[in-house]
Structure formats: structure tokens, C-alpha cells
């Protein structure tokens, strides 16, 4: 008689702490659809409602608004008392309200302890205890090859999804897009794996041969065939350990406004070098070092480029944010800056992000 697979007894342990992330918002009521006419095409919006039962100023009333579910995602819990981990895209909207979906017959209002759009990760807390969890493997210790499992809600609806691969790459650098506003995101030191993740997968465990979570689901290649990836779940542990310790997750903060650098637009704008970090500001106005910072203590001025912090080089595969993050709040570091065609070095102290 044939024996079952090792992954049947992974869903059975699993399954129950994969959890639904739902992500709903205030919106006015619609009263149908318009068609709007912009730049060549056609888009056919909601008609909000023009009147409400409720009052506002001078007596006017206040279009009616209804709670609207805007996006959704996965998630899973990792403690019996009802913290969540999940993709920092998947709950970055602050205005909306985010439920925790554990079965059909079990919905909480979820609290967002942290974001973190540095690493995408996100921790929940969920009110109750005796929750189904999952426990946690030491992703330093993951090997190429190994057999790994996916699961999530793919594609939002089909729940408890699984699907089987390896590790096939590992400290993978991608650029991705995600979230409600669809911003852009480079992510590093990702696990690569061929395990199917699909939209609504996101925040999902990635769990090795022995039902222990190695990573959180976050991305895939659109148009490509078997390439996803997992961000380590050491990065989310330490996230974790500071939000039960601080309350929040502790940020080291430069306090400045910038552009990382590339290739080609170094040669569009005339640079002296290729990589780095240029201070700029993003608007008429306002200056790009914000006043009482950290960088405006140690000098940084606008149009400096910064090459490297304590003596690792500034470039896309790894950018100021992702060298900054590895610093502790006090501790000076060195920065090497390019000003006027010249070299110089300044320091800084790390302050907390508020």
C-alpha cells in the first residue's frame, strides 16, 4: 500500500493558522456608473450618491457612505494569543479597516501593530487565545534545493491552497510592485522558490518539510513561469521582538529626501558617478533635509550625493534604506559624500523614526 505524502500531514498542520486578510473602506454610495473621456479612452466610473440622510454644516446633507471591501490578501498566525504575520502591501492602506478571517464561522477585527515597507512585512494582533499557530524555522539555515510549501488564498477566493517546489535561489534582489497605490518596492536577501504564488497568496506562510514557516509569500514574475518569492521570516521575528518589546518597530532615521542612483540617469543629468544616493527635494518649497535631523546635524546638504555609510557602497541592489535599517538607534556612522566633484567624510548619529 502506497503511503501518503509528506505534505498531506503539512496541511492538516498548516491549514488551520492560514488565515484571510480582508481589506475594506468608507466609500460614498454609488448611484450607477458615468463614463468619463480621458486621454484618448474611455473609463466608466461609480456615480457617488448625491444626497444623504445625515446632516453636515449649514444643514447640508452629507453623501451616504457604505463599507466597501477594497482588497484582501493572506496571512497566518504565530501565537496563540492572535499575532498575525503578513505582507506589509497587503495592509498599507492606514484609512482602511483590516479583518482577520480564521475560518467561516470566526472574523476578527484586526489591529496593525507595524509595517514595514523596508523588508514588506507586517505584524496583526487579533483579540482572543487557544488560536491554531505556526512555528517558526531559522531561515539563515535554509539550503538550495530544499523542498518547500506554499500556501494562501490564491487569487483571493480559493482558500487553503497549496502548492509543492524547492528553494531555488537564495539573497535574490527584485523590484516590485504592490500595495493599494501600487507602489514600487526593492526587496532583498528573498528566497526564490518554483512553489506556485499567485495573487492573494501575498502574506502567506512558506513552510519547509516539517510544517515550520521560512518565509512570508510575497512576490511573483508576471509572465514567467515557477518564480516566486518569500521574504525570510528572520526579518519578520525581529520585527516581532521589538513590537512586544517597544510597541512599534524601531527605525534608525537619516532625515532626508532622495534619489537612488542609476547608470542612465547619471548620464541623462551630467553626474560624476553612477551610484548612490542624491539628496534632492521632491517639491518647490521644501528643503530635503528635514531641520533638527540626524543628516542636518552632520552637514548633508542638497545636491550631495552619498556614496557609502560606514564604508559599504550605496547602489540599487543596495540602496540607503536597506543600510540605514541595519544601523542602531546612537550609533554614529561614517558617510563618504561626493559635493562638488569632491570627496569628503561626515558622521552622523542615528536617531528613531518616529
Known amino acids: 500500500m502506497l503511503s501518503k505524502s509528506p505534505v498531506v500531514k503539512i496541511a492538516k498542520r498548516v491549514c488551520p493558522a492560514v488565515i484571510t486578510v480582508v481589506v475594506s473602506k468608507d466609500l460614498p454610495k454609488a448611484e450607477g456608473f458615468y463614463s468619463f473621456p480621458f486621454g484618448g479612452k474611455e473609463y466608466i466610473l461609480p456615480a457617488p450618491q448625491g444626497q444623504g440622510s445625515s446632516s453636515g454644516k449649514n444643514g447640508k446633507a452629507k453623501p451616504q457612505t457604505q463599507k466597501i471591501q477594497i482588497g484582501g490578501g493572506s496571512g497566518f498566525i504565530i501565537s496563540k494569543d492572535g499575532y498575525v504575520f503578513t505582507s506589509n502591501h497587503v495592509v498599507s492602506d492606514t484609512a482602511a479597516d483590516y479583518t482577520v478571517i480564521v475560518d467561516p464561522k470566526h472574523k476578527y477585527s484586526a489591529k496593525i501593530l507595524s509595517r514595514n515597507p523596508i523588508n514588506d512585512t507586517a505584524v496583526l494582533k487579533i483579540e482572543g487565545s487557544g488560536f491554531p499557530y505556526l512555528e517558526m524555522a ?3 539555515k535554509i539550503e538550495l534545493g530544499e523542498e518547500v510549501v506554499a ?33 514600487m518596492q526593492n526587496l532583498r536577501g528573498l528566497i526564490q522558490t518554483d512553489a506556485a504564488i499567485n495573487p492573494g497568496n501575498s502574506g502567506g506562510p512558506l513552510v519547509n518539510m516539517q510544517g515550520k514557516v521560512i518565509g512570508i509569500n510575497t512576490a511573483m514574475i508576471m509572465g514567467a513561469q515557477n518564480i516566486g518569492f518569500a521574504i525570510p521570516i528572520n526579518y519578520a521575528k525581529k520585527d516581532l521582538e521589538e513590537v512586544k518589546k517597544y510597541g512599534k518597530i524601531i527605525m534608525p532615521f537619516l532625515g532626508i529626501k532622495y534619489v537612488l542612483l542609476s547608470k542612465e540617469m547619471a548620464e541623462v543629468n551630467k553626474l560624476p558617478v553612477e551610484n548612490g544616493a542624491l539628496v534632492v527635494r521632491e517639491t518647490l518649497g521644501e528643503s530635503p533635509v528635514i ?3 540626524a543628516a542636518d546635524k552632520a552637514g548633508i546638504q542638497e545636491w550631495d550625493i552619498i556614496l557609502e555609510v560606514n564604508g559599504e557602497k550605496i547602489n540599487p541592489k543596495n540602496p540607503l534604506a536597506h543600510i540605514l535599517q541595519k544601523l542602531k538607534i546612537g550609533q554614529e556612522a561614517q558617510f563618504k559624500i561626493m559635493r562638488d566633484g569632491q570627496e569628503i567624510m561626515l558622521s552622523a548619529a542615528m536617531e528613531e523614526k518616529e
Open 138 to 140: 531559522d531561515s539563515n
Open 151 to 183: 500556501v494562501g488564498n490564491a487569487l483571493g477566493e480559493f482558500t487553503d491552497t497549496l502548492s509543492v517546489g524547492i528553494v531555488s535561489g537564495l539573497s535574490r534582489y527584485i523590484t516590485a510592485f504592490g500595495g493599494m497605490d501600487n507602489q
Open 291 to 293: 531641520k533638527g535631523s
